[in-house]
């Protein structure tokens, strides 16, 4: 099973991974097209900074219990067991944000524009080589790895 | 995966220097280019601002203003009108230098080569003057005068040299620039901490930029160059690797500043200067061609036939022409003098002399040109060479390629002397044109990069698709090293072109892309273009012409590309230049810039998509002349 594993000492907070995200999100765009100036283009992973530790990449982690499924209760958020990836379905997604209360991490947030959905990582699965956020970092802050489970 | 480096090399249009690149082991862009492959998103589309401590800010969908409130058409608008002036200050340096050399020339009643340049330019200004000397010093006066005065005052010159349907358009954009040095310096004034903020009023001023570095630093070099150098005429020479004879002491010359080489390279053929290569066991000694420098040695190659052994490649071809050990040294005097270069001088022991500090490499001689010290500069340079020549020859294991390149590459082509091939009137062109069997003209300039593909892979690629519908190619800049490189410039090209392309080629015995030579030639492009539209009586953006920079690669680039947009041009790039992230800068470009000016911003980096689309505009400005 493959996850993104963050090493943050490494992290710059140069946002090339949220740019990376928008850009896998919007259909038919690149770096020179990807709109980035509107709101309504959501990334789904996050920098934080914070004067003493600096800057930590928030991804999501798509946990081996993940709380945002066991609280799920319109059966939108389902975990696969070959991938291990936990999927967001928004045709099943009543909005109640549960998921978003529950993730430990924060990583999970309503959308900016209509607000009846939820920006959740897919892992970038229809990609054949990976998750474009991981191809984006110019400092390999974030890597897949291969985990045991 | 390279043998030598944890590393892929990028891909080339020119397979034999892919190949023998890959193999070195010294490391090249080409091999840098993997490790940069992860580019800034913010970057690309130019909405990054470190004009402040407050920055640097990036506009994202959570932040969609820099602290000081600057848009991203702000920001994006700043950094273009930047780099252009910065683009445009160097094209400006370049006629600055070659101004004062032929008024030096002048002033010391020096050779001066090219009596047509001079009658050309004598007219154009309105100088009646017999002496040839005292006429070309105040042909120099003249142009310096312009390009000294100040922001508020226009230029004198302009109006001589523009088609006038342009100039008058200018006029009423209120684009007309004053000083040509002092437009640079207001452009990065307008471009700093919070003072312009309005994007349209930046895009203008780069518009006038544009037309400084036209109409002088390009235009104006070249036939000042020709006064000194002698006018280009046609010829077939040898191009690539190739050219590179180790019987000879060798000497790359990289740079745009052929006057500043144009008493070196007479002494280099005098009787006792090759005594001297003689004595430490060669047969004398050779320039090669590198860069744009040694595209206009090219050009002029005629005059140079016993020093010049032709043009080896392109900016990007200068690490791998080091790499073969076979040169002694390199001459520099602007861009494009890779920082890459310095680690194999050093490794191969090859002596680095800069003559212009503008272009000054870190472990490089500095040796600044001064006109009156010539002889004594000369005599101390080849010394110096000899010296280089004699501590590592011998001992440097060469790395040649024989077989790279072709013998048979059209050069010499400008202004003049295609007029002359054509039997001293454009009309056989414009017929050929005005009854399809030239569909129409595509200037490919600019600069070779590593992007949008590879190296010259996109220009090479579009040139091909080109030619293959009927549309004829002038190259002027580093994208004709590419091209004359992979055989496109050699008359057996026109095999490649369209049946009626083809049939022209053939019965003249030209290839289908003509070679201008260095970007400077853009300004003899600009030149060709205002001939046939006067000849035709229509103004520049009716011509069934565009203009194409596939693979741009820096700010100069940008500056020729305004000048193109100024002159009411299609204008394709392969990549944006830094400005997608601004709404308005893509109208400007894309949309307004077509009542403007008439020009048009094509960005594309496909090849047979991007020429379909230049098609389409050369068969619609067709329809538009009813031919």
Request: with cysteine; charged share 20%; glycine share 8%.
């Amino acid at each position: 099973m493959k996850r993104i594993i963050i090493d943050r000492e490494k992290c710059d907070g140069c946002l090339n991974c949220n740019v990376a995200c928008i850009s896998a999100h919007e259909e038919g765009s690149n770096f020179y097209t990807v709109n980035l100036g509107s709101v309504d283009s959501e990334t789904r992973n996050f920098i934080k900074f914070d004067a003493k530790t600096g800057y930590t990449p928030i991804f999501c982690r798509h946990c081996d219990e993940p709380e945002c499924v066991l609280s799920c209760m319109s059966g939108a958020m389902e975990k696969d067991p070959v991938t291990g990836h936990v999927k967001y379905d928004e045709s099943k997604c009543a909005a109640c944000y549960m998921c978003v209360m529950n993730c430990p991490f924060g990583v999970l947030k309503p959308d900016n524009k209509t607000r009846t959905k939820v920006i959740k990582c897919d892992f970038c699965e229809e990609k054949q080589d990976g998750p474009s956020c991981v191809k984006a970092c110019p400092k390999q802050a974030i890597e897949v790895k291969e985990v045991s489970r | 995966m390279n043998s030598n480096f944890n590393c892929k090399t990028c891909a080339s249009a020119d397979q034999k220097l892919e190949t023998f690149i890959s193999n070195l082991s010294q490391e090249t862009s080409h091999h840098r280019m993997e490790g940069q492959s992860v580019k800034c998103g913010f970057g690309l589309q130019g909405i990054c601002c470190r004009l402040c401590s407050n920055g640097p800010c990036r506009i994202t969908p959570n932040a969609q203003k820099g602290v000081c409130g600057a848009t991203a058409d702000t920001i994006v608008a700043r950094n273009f009108l930047r780099a252009v002036s910065a683009g445009s200050g160097c094209y400006i340096h370049i006629v600055e230098n070659t101004a004062r050399l032929l008024k030096k020339t002048a002033e010391s009643n020096g050779v001066l080569k090219g009596k047509q340049a001079l009658a050309k330019l004598a007219s154009l200004f309105e100088i009646d003057e017999s002496d040839e000397h005292i006429c070309a010093g105040k042909i120099a006066d003249m142009v310096l005068a312009d390009l000294y005065k100040p922001d508020y005052v226009k230029m004198e010159l302009v109006e001589k040299m523009a088609y006038k349907p342009r100039f008058d358009r200018w006029k009423e954009l209120g684009i007309l620039p004053g000083g040509a040095k002092s437009e640079v310096f207001t452009g990065v004034v307008k471009t700093s901490t919070n003072l312009n903020s309005d994007p349209v009023d930046m895009y203008l001023n780069c518009l006038k930029l544009g037309i400084s570095t036209g109409l002088y630093g390009l235009t104006l070099t070249n036939l000042l160059n020709d006064i000194m150098l002698g006018e280009p005429s046609i010829r077939l020479a040898s191009v690539g690797l190739r050219v590179i004879d180790t019987d000879y002491i060798n000497i790359m010359i990289t740079g745009h500043q052929h006057a500043m080489f144009a008493y070196l390279q007479d002494r280099l053929i005098e009787d006792d200067v090759i005594a001297k290569a003689k004595a430490v066991g060669a047969k004398g000694f050779k320039l090669v061609g590198c860069t744009c420098v040694g595209q206009d040695l090219q050009l002029r190659g005629e005059h140079y036939q016993k020093i010049f052994n032709g043009h080896a490649g392109n900016n990007f071809t200068s690490e791998a022409i080091l790499a073969t050990g076979a040169i002694d040294a390199v001459l520099s005097e602007f861009n494009c003098t890779l920082p890459g270069i310095e680690p194999i001088c050093d490794e191969l022991k090859i002596k680095q002399i800069c003559l212009d500090d503008v272009s000054k490499k870190a472990n490089a001689e500095m040796k600044p040109f001064v006109f009156e010290e010539k002889e004594n500069q000369s005599n101390e340079i080849i010394n110096s060479i000899i010296e280089s020549y004699q501590t590592r020859r011998g001992k440097i294991t060469l790395n040649m390629l024989p077989d790279h390149g072709n013998d048979d590459t059209l050069t010499g082509v400008s202004e003049g002397s295609l007029k002359s091939f054509l039997g001293g009137t454009w009309k056989p062109l414009i017929d050929l044109i005005v009854s399809g069997e030239i569909k129409g003209i595509a200037g490919i300039v600019g600069c070779s990069s590593l992007t949008a593909g590879g190296h010259d892979v996109l220009t090479v690629g579009l040139v091909k698709e080109l030619i293959a519908k009927d549309i004829l190619v002038l190259s002027a800049g580093c994208s004709s090293g590419g091209l004359e490189n992979v055989g496109l410039m050699s008359p057996s090209a026109a095999s490649l072109a369209g049946p009626k392309l083809r049939a022209v080629c053939e019965s003249l015995g030209i290839p289908p892309v003509l070679n201008f030579g260095p970007c400077l030639a853009i300004g003899r492009l600009e030149l060709v273009a205002t001939e046939l539209a006067e000849a035709i009586g229509i103004d520049l953006p009716q011509l069934p012409l565009v203009l194409s920079a596939p693979q741009w690669l820096e700010e100069q680039a940008l500056a020729d590309g305004a000048f193109g947009l100024a002159l009411g041009l299609p204008l394709h790039l392969g990549l944006p230049p830094f400005v997608t992230g601004s709404p308005v800068a893509v109208q400007v470009f894309t949309q307004d810039m077509l009542n403007l000016t008439g020009g048009q911003l094509i960005i594309d980096d496909n090849a047979q998509s991007a020429a379909n689309t230049l098609n389409g505009i050369i068969e619609q400005k067709r329809k538009e002349l009813n031919i």
